[in-house]
């Protein structure tokens, strides 16, 4: 059974970081684009950044470009999304999302729980 668990949220106040974790069981991440979105409260799921699996293209959306930095460890199926500089508008729930690859892992899609990242003074 595949899992991808999320890790690392919390309450940080304005300016500071966090490192979140994205670790995946039952799955190799190799041939996997591993995405971070998240989800503030009212409003819809939002992609934040993602990363490819083999040439390790990396997005992020225009919000969070240079302050945000996505990571992959494939030799630990695990997936970081380090968060600096951090405002108020970024807290909502964090989710990891794995997309197989269309040659090697074609339609595989898979979702963590979230883990929640509230910015507040």
């Known amino acids: 059974q595949v899992q991808l668990v999320e890790s690392g949220g919390g309450l940080v106040q304005p300016g500071g970081s966090l490192r979140l974790s994205c670790v995946a069981s039952?799955?190799?991440?190799?041939?996997?684009?591993i995405g971070w979105f998240r989800q503030a409260p009212g409003k819809g799921r939002e992609g934040v950044s993602c990363i490819g699996s083999g040439d390790g293209i990396t997005y992020y959306m225009d919000s969070v470009l240079g302050r945000f930095t996505i990571s992959r460890d494939n030799a630990k199926d695990t997936v970081y999304l380090q968060m600096n500089s951090l405002k108020p508008e970024d807290t909502a729930v964090y989710y990891c999302?794995?997309?197989?690859?269309?040659?090697?892992?074609?339609?595989?899609?898979?979702w963590g729980k979230g883990t929640l990242v509230t910015v507040s003074s």
């Open positions: 999302n794995a997309e197989g690859h269309i040659l090697f892992r074609p339609g595989e899609d898979y």
């Open positions: 039952g799955v190799t991440l190799d041939y996997y684009a």
